[in-house]
């Protein structure tokens, strides 16, 4: 199933400034999904809109969908533009899109990995032909790298947040702990791939041209970078 944030979650990543690069970081999407003024945009989940407002604010049809009604309802407020709507995102309304954003390690939420595939599966058919879907996780890499031989660790995220997260290796799943005044909040799980794992899944839900890279201006992937995935829909080919 679908997690639903608490807005605690979002203060905490405010506290560390992981919103600060938002509006650049909007512009580099545009440029890497090759997106022309007014397309169709879906972001799922987005959140407190961010981006979602970051693209409205340059001239894109953007639909905004998420599970968290205190989100929601702190989007429509905070960040307005983008078309909001409470939803499942495997099951976006208003298809088709020229692009899918799933960004800030927002796959690998659902009960096995054959779930997480259908999710692909589903955002394949929401496309529109020669479409885009950008994926941004933190894989396998990266997530060993910040571990660093460990299976626990603690991060800060200002003076009132921390986050206490576990990583099983043998089942590939990441749990964390978040915490206010370290007092327990929230707690989540996800799934960790591989970048060879999401490539091979991106390629059999029929995505063609799978590129990976370590930032959203299209550097080439580090381990300790977030993976970011762009792939393409393809066209009907002549005569279909």
Same mark, same amino acid.
């Given at each position: 199933?679908?997690? &639903?944030?608490?807005?605690?979650?979002?203060?905490? /990543?405010? $506290?560390?400034?992981? +919103?600060? %690069?938002?509006?650049?970081?909007?512009?580099?999407?545009?440029?890497?999904?090759?997106?022309? $003024?007014?397309?169709?945009?879906?972001?799922?989940? /987005?959140?407190?809109?961010?981006?979602?407002?970051?693209?409205?604010?340059?001239?894109?049809?953007?639909?905004?969908?998420?599970?968290?009604?205190? %989100? *929601?309802?702190?989007? #429509?407020? #905070?960040?307005?533009?983008? @078309?909001?709507?409470? &939803?499942?995102?495997?099951?976006?309304?208003?298809?088709? +899109?020229?692009?899918?954003?799933?960004?800030?390690?927002?796959?690998?939420?659902?009960?096995? %990995?054959?779930?997480? &595939? @259908?999710?692909?599966?589903?955002?394949? %058919?929401? *496309?529109?032909?020669?479409?885009?879907?950008?994926?941004?996780?933190?894989?396998?890499?990266?997530?060993?790298?910040?571990?660093?031989?460990?299976?626990?660790?603690?991060?800060?995220?200002?003076?009132? +947040?921390?986050?206490?997260?576990?990583?099983?290796?043998?089942?590939?799943?990441?749990?964390?702990?978040?915490?206010?005044?370290? @007092?327990?909040?929230?707690? /989540?799980?996800?799934?960790?791939?591989?970048?060879? #794992? *999401?490539?091979?899944?991106?390629?059999?839900?029929?995505?063609?041209?799978?590129?990976?890279?370590?930032?959203?201006?299209?550097?080439?992937?580090?381990?300790?970078?977030? $993976?970011?995935?762009?792939? #393409?829909?393809?066209?009907?080919? &002549?005569?279909?």
């Amino acid at each position: 199933m679908d997690v &639903a944030y608490p807005l605690e979650f979002v203060e905490a /990543c405010e $506290a560390v400034g992981l +919103y600060a %690069q938002t509006e650049r970081n909007a512009r580099a999407i545009v440029d890497l999904a090759g997106l022309s $003024a007014g397309e169709r945009v879906l972001d799922a989940p /987005c959140g407190i809109g961010r981006y979602a407002a970051a693209l409205h604010r340059l001239g894109f049809d953007v639909t905004a969908i998420d599970l968290s009604k205190e %989100q *929601l309802e702190f989007a #429509q407020r #905070q960040n307005p533009g983008p @078309k909001y709507r409470r &939803a499942d995102m495997r099951h976006p309304p208003g298809e088709p +899109y020229d692009l899918i954003l799933n960004l800030f390690s927002s796959f690998g939420y659902f009960e096995s %990995q054959s779930e997480d &595939a @259908k999710l692909l599966n589903s955002w394949h %058919q929401c *496309l529109r032909p020669s479409g885009r879907l950008i994926i941004e996780v933190a894989d396998a890499d990266r997530v060993r790298k910040s571990f660093d031989g460990k299976t626990t660790r603690e991060l800060r995220n200002g003076q009132r +947040y921390s986050e206490v997260a576990t990583m099983d290796w043998d089942r590939g799943l990441l749990s964390t702990t978040f915490l206010r005044d370290g @007092k327990q909040v929230f707690d /989540c799980w996800l799934r960790v791939y591989t970048s060879d #794992q *999401l490539r091979v899944m991106l390629e059999n839900a029929g995505f063609r041209r799978v590129q990976l890279f370590g930032s959203f201006e299209g550097s080439a992937k580090q381990p300790g970078d977030r $993976a970011i995935f762009v792939a #393409q829909k393809s066209a009907p080919s &002549a005569g279909d």
